[in-house]
């Protein structure tokens, strides 16, 4: 605990947003088509050996230069698809205020669950990245998410532009009550959102 005064972000540090550099942009692509190439590919037992070689001099190149969370520029780059997170689904903020955020992207062969359909899972990791956009843009304090409800309406494409959008409903006190949704070009509806995020107390993590 420090002495510093609270100011609504419960035990969370100050994360600032930078700006992307060159290299870390072009590393961020290449990775992303390696995730797909991962999932995607059927080469011989040699080839996979030689990815692997060259993945582990990736990773001793990379680990030397550690950092703590909020110094890496990952997922501090709204600029970028995903924030320039490879957690986070390759989306970006084209709407952000009190009344709402939007987003748009589209998912590639890395989140295909089957039978070339979006895994389920990944919408609800969509949708609470979401709601964290939609906390800051109403300038709420920091929060975190009591429940996350999502309607699965149709089956999400892959390869498609697609738009999530939400907003704030209602405020209680420390609950803010969050809808929202995701669709495609032609408005197609693919799945519906309803999520409570509840403002940190101060020092919560």
Known sequence: MTDQPDRGRGGFP???VTEPEPGFTRYLSAVRTL???????????SVWDKAADGIEELIALLDPARAPEGV?????????????????????????GVDGVAMGGRFSRFHVGGNGAVH??????????LCGMVVHGAQRPISRTAYLKVDYRAVTPIDTPLTVRGRVEKVEGR???ISGE?????EKLLAELDALMVQLLPGQP
């Not at 389920?120 to 990245?129: C, S």
């Not at 995701?182 to 032609?186: A, K, Q, R, S, T």
């Open 175 to 177: 609950k803010a009550f």
């Open 14 to 16: 100050d994360f600032e």
């Open 120 to 129: 389920g899972g990944v919408l609800p990791l969509l949708f609470d990245w």
């Open 182 to 186: 995701l669709v495609d070009g032609d």
């Open 35 to 45: 995730q797909d190439l991962s999932v995607c590919a059927a080469p011989d037992d």
């Open 72 to 96: 890496s520029p990952a997922g501090r780059i709204p600029s970028l698809a995903g924030m320039g997170s490879l957690l986070l689904p390759p989306f970006r903020i084209v709407e952000y």
